[in-house]
Every structure is written in C-alpha cells, then in structure tokens.
DNA sequence: CCCGAGCCTGACAACGTTGTCCAGGCTCTA
DNA sequence: TAGAGCCTGGACAACGTTGTCAGGCTCGGG
C-alpha cells in the first residue's frame, strides 16, 4: 500500500520558506524565487543578501510545491523485478545515468514478479507524477496505464512486451540468441538436449523456450518432453530438473539454462556429475571465464537495454512526437568452454 | 544539476482533478477526497457514483497537492556508490523491503564515490523532501545536512561513518573481519602477506589496512611497503599491482583483497601464476565456491547492512526519540580452499 | 407537530512555490 | 529639466489537495 502515509507522528521540524527567507533579508517573496531559480532582474547586492538569508537558515527549496506549479517533477520511474538480481544492477545503473544527464531523478521499486504488485508500484508512481516510466512488466495486462499514456506519462517497456497496449518497448533477441545458443550445442554433436526455464508465462522464458524447439526442429530433431522443465524456480527446484534430466530414460548431454539463476545452479549440479555435460546459459554471469570449465553464454548487454529505454524515454519527453515501436537487440554467443563439450555418450 | 526542469516542452496532456471527478459525479469537491482516502461520511451511493467518475476519468491523485498539505512525503531516498555493483544489490534491495513494508517509496542515486555528487543528490532528495535519507557517504564532511537533520529529516549512514554530524550508523565490521581473515592466513603459515585495496581514504579501506596491519603485528611480522598496495581501482591496475608483489624481491605467498572488485581480479591473476597463491577476499562473491579452489573470504551481510539501516531510520520516524549510534554488524569468515593453501615456499 | 440529534455534504482557507503584472526609481536623451 | 525607457522589486493568483467548520437533511421522540 505505497499510498498509505507514513504511521509516524513524529512532528517535522518545521522548515523555513521563502516567505521566512524573504522575510530575513528584507526583500519580497519573488525576489527570493529568483535567486533561488538563477533568474535575472536582481542586483548583485539584493543576490547577496538573499544567499546569505538562505545560508543562515538552512533553506532548501521545497519540489513538491514547485512540482504542483510546474507540471513537471524531472523524475522518471523505474519498476523492476528484483534488484538483487544481477542482471538488473547494470540495466538501473544505465536508466540511472541517462536520468541524470537529463536531470532527473530516479524512483525506484520492485515488483517481485507480482502483476498487482507492479501496478500497484506503477499507479504510485504516477500520482508522484512521474514524468516517466520505465517499466520492466511482471503482469501481461497493461491497460491500466491507458489513463497515463492519454496525460502523456512517457513510457517505455524493456526486457518484456507490454500487454494489451501499444507502447514503446525494448527487448534482448531472446529467440534468436536461444536458437543461436541450441544450435550450437547442436554443431558440436549434442541431440539430446535439455531446456530448464521459469514461469512460461514470463515472455522472456516464452521466446527462450520458442528458440530452442526451433533449432531443435531446424536440425530435425524431435524433442522429449522429459527434456523441457519449465515453472522451475528457486535453486532446489532447479536442482532437482537438472539431475532428472541426466538420469531419465533418455539422459541430455547437454543442458541449455534459460537465465542466469538457473545457469548458476546448473553448473552446481554438473560439478557433481561423473560424466561431462555441456552447457549453454542465457545471461552472461560474473566469473563465468574462471570456471572449470569456463561457462559458454548468450550475452545480452543489461547496460545497453537500459540504456536505449531510457534514451527512447527521453526522446518522448523531448516532445519530438514519436511513434511506438519494438527495438530488439542482439545477443552475442559467448565460448568459453562448456558448450562444445562433445556429447558423453 | 538535478534541480534543473527537464528540457521538453512536451504538453503534459491535462489531466483530471478532483475537481473535475466532483462535477461529474455531480458531488462536492471534498467528497470526492473522503472518497479517494477512505475517509468514513459517504453513503455507499455517492461512493458509488465517484468511484465510476474516478474510473471514467483515469484520475490519480496528484500526491505532490497532497505532500504539499501534510507535510510528509512518505518516500525516502537512498545514496548509494554504485548501482551496479554486486554489492550494493541485496542492500538496495533490502532497504526497499523495509520502506515497502512501511508504506514509503524509494527514490535512489548513485553517487560514483563523488563527495560532491553525493551532496548534490542529497540535496535533490530533500528538495523532495523526503521523509528519510540512508546514505552510503561518498565524502567525509557531511555538515551540509545540519538543516536538514535539525528539520526533521531522518537520516542514517551504512557501510561507512558520517564525516563530522551526529548521526546514525550501521557499520560492518571491517576492521575485526580483516584481522581475522589475515590472522587466518598468518595460521595457515604465512608470512609474506600482501594487502590490495581501494583509495585509503574511504573508510571501509582504512578499517580493513587497519586490520590487516593489526594481524601482522599480533604475529610480530614486520610489513614491507612493497606488501601494500592502495588507491588500487580499475581491473588493470589492480593486476599489475598484484603482479608486483608477486615478483618483487619479497615475494608474497598471500594476497589480502580489500573488496570483491579486488578479489576478482586477483582470482584472474592467480590463475595465471605457476605457483599456488593463498588468497582471502573481502566480501562473498557470487559463485566463489566453484572456482577452482573456492575462494576463502570475509563476508559480510549486505541485504543485513540495509535492513538494519532502514528500520533504524524508521525508528526515527516513528517517532520514538532516539540518540545517534554506532551498530557494527559482524563479518563472517567462508573458508572454501584458496585461504587454507600453505606458503609455496 | 415541533425540536434536537446525528449524519452527509460542501464552501473555504491553507500548504509553498512560480507566472503575471504593475509600480517605483533610476538613467539617458532631447 | 522633463519624458521615455529600463531595471528592480513586490502584490496577487493559481497549482490540487486536505482540514475545518458550518449548513441541510432525515429521523425519532416528546
């Protein structure tokens, strides 16, 4: 419930305003206003006398009534999944510079891959009025958003689609780096393949999965449903796919890990194997090179998708009229080792 | 320059006020905001008949009006370093958590490790006034928030002291945890034991110096400069900072690492080296214990650090009258095999 | 039938800032 | 010296909301 005030009582010290400013330095309410905004028509001696009233009380300019004169907050949203998670450190780190370089602040929360959640984020954020959103959508409906689109709440998806509204996205090639990714575990002789994935439901996880059965087909191979383990989440869980996966009726040869969370529990579990596995994760992970053996990924450049949101974000807060549209960047296979490791058997 | 407006001149479509609800719903302005805030004196037909105007219209309550009025802004900000940093993830995340649970939002910077960007934020953040602010100091002077403290504003300091103010502050460890993890490897038989780490004037650096100096005299061994390298950032310097001390004339058969980014690039450097190198890092780094060997490190609780810090700074605001204080959270030592190799010769 | 109590509802001021507009004093020119 | 024009400074309204307070309505009891 981010509407709910704070429950403290605490009594805010009160703050001294232009009136008490103007009031020390002999001068009127607007002149304050102008020095404090940098504006013209004031003499160098009336500016001094202001900056010093300004000092001696500590005054600080209040936004939020600036704000409700203005229009504008110059802060722009950000509503992410989990920023524990690492690929997101990278993606609000960019949002955050661009932000900066336009002046704006950054407000920040997570949905925790919960769709009420996410509006309930998201609907907080619009009445701070927010200039901007940058969402990266936990639920599938959007509509809600209509509204903020109409009062011009610039907006823009990464990672994953919008839902039933038409609004600028930003998104990895999740198809096409998977295919890439299968495909070359397919190169090196593997058929026996295994997908380990989140929710479906979750449209990265979607076209991920989508990726892998197209190469599979591509190399006219029929897929054991024993090899799909989808809605796996949390480490046991993956745990427990990955080890039925190597010791089924048809055992993989290799394992293709559908995001960073999974890769990394993966390659807990091949450490253990007797046999070598190769495998293939989506989602570059730090130290990846170091390991025994190193780990092959499908990069997707997190700076870059947050980067190009938010330089689209502002491009529509620049009043430049812009259509919506899908940017789609491109992955990049990583070889370090575990993926062109031959088939075991 | 936070506080300049963003540069568009995009028209901010109009959107409906309370207002514009009222005349529709053909009700009072007032009613309309008992409506709004749950407020008690509707009857269910009027409620009735503003909930479907407020849905007609998309109306959002304009919260800066609303922060305007009270007071509070039931929003807290938080400064941090960077971002991206692994570290700082579970941190932010954590004080989320903590504000969510208490009804606030969270608006966040990254401060570069820039004193005057840190102020600069700060400042931005008051201006929004916030009703609270967990900072990650940057700087080492942090007078400039003497009005804002004496106005109220709840403020607390995590992972490194607050430079000349009072107030609060939830430290790790770093001192004891640094002695510790060199008292480890002085008992793993070494000797030569060098230290890498950041700038020495952040005082997460010092303490852990201060640490590392402190182990070495409890063992009555004498520290050659050529041991110690500061003011190390940046993968290349602190590789050829490792490398110096591993060739020099004293060579070392221990590195020290002051913090993950040190550890990691040490890690590349090791295994480069012919010869086998103790190693014990400060922080936890995610995949350390697949490496070949598992890397030994003094670990401390980021996701404890924030949490700690955020409920601290809500104390504050509850109310309840506190004096500033100094919480110092306990590292851990992991022992997974690199701090535990004996001295090569 | 009248009055009072109690419940709904709405008018109005205030929060702190900025935009508009005007007044007064100054300088400069004719 | 007077008038025009410029520069500085200030009075006032408005932004959208909430707290205060008073008015109108209904209903029950005397």
């Known amino acids: 419930m981010p509407q709910t005030p704070l429950r403290s009582a605490a009594r805010y010290g009160t703050r001294p305003t232009m009136k008490d400013v103007a009031a020390r330095a002999g001068v009127g309410l607007k002149t304050v206003s102008r020095v404090v905004n940098g504006e013209p028509g004031v003499t160098a001696e009336t500016e001094q006398r202001v900056q010093e009233a300004i000092g001696a009380l500590g005054f600080r300019r209040n936004d939020s009534a600036r704000v409700l004169r203005k229009g504008r907050t110059a802060s722009i949203g950000l509503v992410l999944e989990d920023l524990a998670d690492p690929f997101y450190g990278p993606l609000s780190r960019s949002v955050e510079e661009v932000a900066r370089a336009h002046g704006a602040l950054l407000i920040n929360g997570s949905s925790a891959e919960d769709p009420e959640r996410e509006q309930e984020l998201v609907l907080a954020l619009c009445a701070r009025r927010v200039d901007g959103l940058v969402v990266i959508p936990a639920g599938d409906d959007h509509r809600y958003l209509e509204p903020e689109l109409k009062a011009g709440v610039a907006t823009v998806f990464v ?18 780096g998977a295919r890439g990714g299968v495909a070359h575990l397919i190169a090196h002789g593997h058929r026996r393949i295994g997908f380990i994935g989140d929710m479906p439901r979750i449209h990265t996880t ?11 087909e591509d190399a006219g191979i029929p897929v054991a449903d024993s090899w799909m383990s989808l809605g796996v989440t949390g480490p046991e869980r993956v ?29 807990r579990v091949l450490a253990e194997q ?13 130290l990846a090179d170091l390991l025994q053996p190193g780990v092959t990924v499908v990069a997707q450049d997190a700076a870059d998708l947050g980067r190009t949101a938010a ?23 990583i070889t ?3 993926g062109e490791i031959p088939p075991a058997d």
């Open 311 to 333: 330089e689209r974000l502002f491009r529509q807060l620049d009043g430049t009229p812009v259509t919506p549209e899908r940017i789609e960047l491109p992955t990049r296979l």
């Open 206 to 216: 979607a076209e991920r999965l989508r990726g892998y059965r197209a190469a599979m």
């Open 274 to 286: 007797a046999r070598r596995v190769a495998l293939v994760g989506f989602d570059d992970i730090e």
């Open 159 to 176: 990672d994953r689609p919008a839902g039933r509204i038409d609004a600028d996205v930003v998104l990895s090639d999740n198809f096409g």
């Open 239 to 267: 745990r427990r796919a990955a080890e039925d996966m190597l010791t089924g009726p048809e055992p993989v040869t290799a394992i293709f890990a559908g995001n960073n969370r999974v890769t990394v529990t993966v390659i």
């Open 336 to 338: 370090r080792g575990s």
